[in-house]
């Protein structure tokens, strides 16, 4: 008890770190989801009592309650699409800073739609992998690949049996988890020989208006060298909770998180002059496109998202580069991990919180209420924020 503000918290994922930030300001934590007269509320799971009561422009709220639309692997798809339709019927030269879906985004089937299910099934006849993902996990979980016509028909029988099956039970049951499956990016740039991504952050500070923050994260690599042939998951899956899965991580745990000026380096020394790449590719060239790749995909999703003032959220993005050196879009994750278990975490994963919560949602930006501004957000020591020029026509969405 006392006199506030109040801070509530669910889950455990950046709760230590949320906290301390809220309690170095004097701040005091409640434990009732009912109470009204929060400051903050953050909560790892969301649920339709969060949101009620919320006091628009006096509480602040992480998550926006259908993030789904952007961070879902199906969401993310079905925008994108949208946004490449308008693209196409207006013109693409109306707006030509909008990348075409097949520049950065593997090519993917919906499995949940017969007809897509179908399309996807008459293609994945050559030796090819596909790797399969349920649309609403994280963390690797139900991921699994495909890498011959065998194991696509052997899904395809597997689906087809769900459906066939599904009516004809008389209790209630399930449907099956909505999946996608992606063309797998089976060349990557690799780094001494492991298979590796870079999770980078977009801050969506506020939604009215729409303030967004870039900020590049870290590299995550694999424990042990890549085959694309591999059963083992951990050789494709770069994230922690995979890798923990490896016997080889609690004594390589250290060299599976490389902070990105050790990225940078090694690209400077390794591909610098072998593959005609300009200095520091990482924090210029790459960098680059990783934000209009961020901000497209935000562009995409903007007009579905719920929007009042108080709504923040932290969007984990997660890249990968072939060995051609361009740039590929996994995913985008909601309430992405915020464990600190290697000592590149550590000295990460606070700053992005706190940094976070300290440009969360209460922004106000001069100009129309479609205005977008988009800002640099470092969490490394000593560089500069500067604004970037929105890569899009203003007033077009």
């Not at 919906?110 to 293609?123: G, Q, S, T």
């Not at 870290?218 to 922690?240: I, P």
């Not at 902070?259 to 680059?288: A, C, I, Q």
């Not at 479609?370 to 470092?378: G, H, K």
Request: glycine share 6%; with cysteine; net charge positive.
């Amino acid at each position: 008890k006392g006199p506030g503000p109040y801070f509530y918290i669910s889950g455990s994922n950046g709760a230590g770190l949320v906290s301390i930030y809220c309690q170095r300001r004097g701040w005091q934590r409640i434990y009732d989801n009912r109470r009204q007269d929060y400051a903050l509320k953050w909560c790892e799971i969301k649920c339709r009592e969060t949101y009620y009561h919320f006091k628009e422009g006096e509480q602040l709220l992480y998550q926006i309650p259908n993030n789904r639309v952007l961070t879902s692997k199906i969401g993310l798809l079905s925008c994108l699409r949208e946004q490449e339709r308008v693209m196409k019927k207006v013109g693409r030269s109306s707006n030509s800073k909008l990348l075409k879906m097949e520049e950065f985004f593997p090519e993917s089937f919906r499995l949940d739609l017969k007809d897509e299910r179908n399309a996807f099934f008459e293609i994945c006849k050559e030796e090819q992998i596909w790797i399969c993902k349920p649309s609403c996990s994280n963390q690797g979980r139900g991921i699994f690949l495909l890498k011959n016509p065998a194991a696509a028909n052997t899904l395809q029988a597997k689906l087809h049996s769900s459906e066939r099956d599904l009516p004809s039970k008389r209790v209630q049951c399930r449907a099956p988890q909505a999946r996608i499956v992606q063309r797998y990016i089976h060349q990557p740039l690799l780094l001494e020989g492991k298979k590796f991504d870079v999770r980078s952050y977009l801050l969506i500070a506020c939604t009215a208006p729409y303030v967004l923050f870039f900020a590049q994260g870290y590299v995550r690599l694999t424990c042990t060298n890549y085959d694309a042939m591999s059963d083992d998951l951990t050789v494709h899956l770069t994230n922690q909770y995979m890798q923990k899965k490896n016997s080889l991580y609690s004594q390589l745990k250290d060299e599976t998180v490389w902070r990105m000026e050790h990225f940078n380096s090694y690209v400077n020394e390794k591909f610098t002059k072998t593959d005609g790449l300009p200095k520091d590719w990482v924090f210029t060239v790459f960098t680059k496109r990783m934000q209009q790749i961020m901000l497209q995909c935000f562009l995409a999703a903007k007009h579905k998202l719920d929007r009042k003032l108080g709504y923040f959220d932290l969007i984990g993005c997660d890249f990968l580069i072939d060995e051609n050196f361009k740039v590929w879009l996994l995913e985008m994750n909601a309430n992405p991990a915020l464990h600190t278990d290697c000592k590149v975490l550590r000295d990460i994963i606070p700053t992005v919180v706190y940094e976070s919560l300290g440009k969360r949602g209460n922004h106000r930006v001069a100009g129309a209420d479609n205005d977008i501004t988009l800002l640099l957000w470092s969490c490394l020591e000593g560089c500069t924020r500067r604004p970037l020029k929105v890569p899009f026509a203003p007033g077009f969405w």
